[in-house]
């Protein structure tokens, strides 16, 4: 128990955790966004089961840790630029990115959907209601991975302890459940601000895309050069 003495480890841990909401952000807007297409009353199970995907898979990847850093090495090379398996997921990952939210704008400005199934018998109405939720769930599923990918290698890129990268997860997604409702129902009340979230998840889509190519396409919410700057010290 002297671990939790030292003053180096709650810095660490402060610092990780704060990290770890920041980049958090884009996966609340992606959620919140996605959460606020199905029905009021399955809105904060969908919430809840997104943010645990995400704890779940974010822990995961922690106790996998050689596999993980095993997929920063090349595994082969385009015009000499090498490719590695993280950058064939943040690749695939961005580009799923760019379509929804792409494709929510569109729905949002060209052509609004009203949310839920169509009104029809009982028996179709709950088995359209249950194909749109677990449609939803599968969506943030499949982007939680891609972030909980970049979040977990920048975990391992600032701090040596598997136990305060643990920590430093829980407590960072239990701050996002706190907060994600409020968000989503911000979002929800205001069109425009709904739009430039969209926007927003655009432009992270785009920086994903454009990470394993040579270009520099800084992304706030990964803040890449402080990141490299920490691993370096290790």
Request: proline letters at 5%; a neutral charge; one cysteine or more.
């Amino acid at each position: 128990m002297d671990f939790l003495l030292d003053p180096n480890i709650w810095i660490a841990f402060a610092m990780l955790t704060a990290l770890e909401i920041v980049l958090g952000v884009d996966n609340i807007i992606f959620i919140s966004i996605l959460v606020g297409r199905l029905p009021p009353e399955t809105r904060e199970k969908a919430r809840r089961l997104g943010l645990g995907f995400a704890m779940v898979s974010r822990l995961l990847l922690l106790f996998s840790l050689s596999w993980v850093m095993g997929l920063t090495a090349d595994l082969f090379s385009v015009l000499g630029q090498g490719i590695s398996g993280r950058d064939l997921v943040l690749l695939f990952g961005g580009l799923f990115l760019l379509y929804k939210a792409s494709h929510e704008i569109f729905v949002e400005v060209e052509a609004p959907e009203r949310d839920g199934p169509p009104a029809t018998d009982e028996a179709a109405l709950r088995a359209a209601g249950n194909r749109l939720f677990w449609g939803v769930i599968g969506q943030i599923a499949v982007i939680d991975i891609v972030f909980s990918l970049d979040s977990v290698i920048t975990a391992v890129g600032m701090v040596d302890q598997i136990g305060v990268m643990v920590a430093a997860v829980v407590t960072s997604v239990g701050v996002m459940l706190v907060a994600a409702r409020p968000i989503g129902e911000f979002v929800d009340r205001h069109p425009s601000v709904k739009v430039l979230a969209l926007a927003f998840l655009v432009m992270v889509g785009m920086a994903l895309t454009a990470e394993p190519s040579t270009c520099t396409c800084p992304r706030a919410t990964s803040m890449p050069r402080w990141r490299s700057r920490w691993a370096s010290r290790r």
